[in-house]
């Protein structure tokens, strides 16, 4: 990353923010999914719906049907099943970009296919999910004027406020041998009152370096579950700390 890259990055964290105060006293964890394997759809929706949880789901368009890191991904039967059952579906961009990287005018009409896609199908969505977690000012503007809210990665519990602008996720990834790690976030969480964002891509019980066993994300679920916190998608969420 250059110099001005970094520059417009630290004046993305900074400003341009859209503060959701996190005043319920209560915990909340969302399980979201980028890229979306078949997997994701499969196990992990089924996994979720086993804890009366419900997850959000990160589409691009152009991934639809297709394999990618080997993956076998979404179909656009998965995409209804998902919403038939409460998932949320959200926006990663219609061809898996990276935002830093993209002009304003590819940005909007990258967006402008994705929702084109969803439009097609009869998906409706509101949120968005950064690809890679890479944006920068403008990007991170233009985003803001488009979504309800955008979610980045950076990790750990969000606590007192969170910035709709630019939602931290925190890895759930086998590869990290991270189920301590989570639990620890989701103790934290429930103490707190704070929100804790989990993303992964597949789920399988051979996954690659972006994904998580069924273990890992049942044990992420059984903490949740255990720590009294809800555990709703993020657009939910958001409503839960609004009302």
């Known amino acids: 990353m250059g110099l001005t890259q970094k520059l417009s990055r630290f004046a993305a964290r900074h400003t341009a923010n859209r503060w959701l105060p996190l005043n319920k006293g209560r915990g ?5 999914f980028d890229d979306v ?3 994701a759809c499969h196990q992990g929706a089924m996994l979720l719906e086993l804890y009366q949880a419900r997850g959000t789901f990160y589409i691009c368009g152009s991934l639809t049907d297709g394999v990618e890191q080997n993956q076998p991904c979404h179909s656009v039967e998965d995409l209804r099943r998902l919403l038939e059952n409460e998932h949320e579906i959200g ?4 061809s898996h970009t ?3 990287n993209a002009t304003p005018s590819f940005l909007q009409e990258d967006w402008e296919r994705n929702q084109a896609f969803f439009k097609q199908h009869g998906i409706t ?3 968005f ?3 890679f977690g890479a944006y920068d000012l403008g990007s991170k503007l233009a985003a803001s004027k488009r979504f309800a809210y955008n979610r980045i990665t950076g990790g750990g519990t969000q606590t007192g406020r ?3 602008s630019a939602l931290r996720a925190q890895a759930l990834y086998s590869a990290n041998n991270n189920e301590d790690e989570i639990g620890a976030l989701i103790k934290h969480t429930a103490s707190e009152g704070g ?5 992964s891509h597949e789920v399988s019980e051979t996954p690659g370096p972006w994904g998580a066993t069924p273990a890992l994300l049942e044990s992420a679920l059984q903490t949740a579950t255990q720590e009294s916190c809800q555990i709703l998608p993020v657009h939910k969420a958001i409503d839960f700390f609004l009302s």
Do not use: M, Q, R
């Open 195 to 199: 929100w804790l964002i989990l993303y």
């Open 162 to 164: 969170a910035d709709l």
């Open 28 to 32: 909340v964890v969302s399980f979201s």
């Open 129 to 131: 999910a950064f690809p």
């Open 91 to 94: 926006c990663h961009t219609y």
């Open 98 to 100: 990276n935002c830093a």
């Open 125 to 127: 969505n509101h949120g």
């Open 37 to 39: 394997p078949a997997s």
